[in-house]
């Protein structure tokens, strides 16, 4: 799954002409492209989605969201990393998605 996830802006930069951020997914933290926001500040809040933040957003909304992601486990799916993942999987469980990404690929 690819989630738009909320974001705040911990840095911005100009990297090579392209206007660039270092943002933090509630406590992950990873490069965003802001030229879409041109004008995003840090401190602020954006939803972000495949590297790319498309939507300011308001710290309150922000943090209900993260949250919810976080409950939900959505926060791991999204951002976890996939080897620690695939060895919580049970047999069934690495089959089925085995099963289900042979079929998107073909």
Do not use: N
Request: negative net charge.
């Amino acid at each position: 799954m690819c989630l738009a996830v909320p974001g705040r802006v911990l840095d911005v930069e100009d990297r090579d002409g392209t206007r660039m951020a270092t943002v933090d997914f509630g406590g992950v933290v990873k490069e965003v492209c802001l030229e879409y926001l041109p004008d995003l500040k840090v401190g602020e809040y954006a939803i972000v989605h495949v590297g790319f933040a498309l939507q300011r957003l308001d710290e309150e909304s922000a943090r209900k969201t993260l949250e919810l992601f976080e409950t939900l486990g959505m926060l791991q799916e999204e951002f976890g990393d996939p080897w620690e993942t695939a060895a919580e999987m049970t047999d069934g469980e690495r089959q089925a998605h085995e099963g289900a990404a042979g079929e998107v690929h073909r």
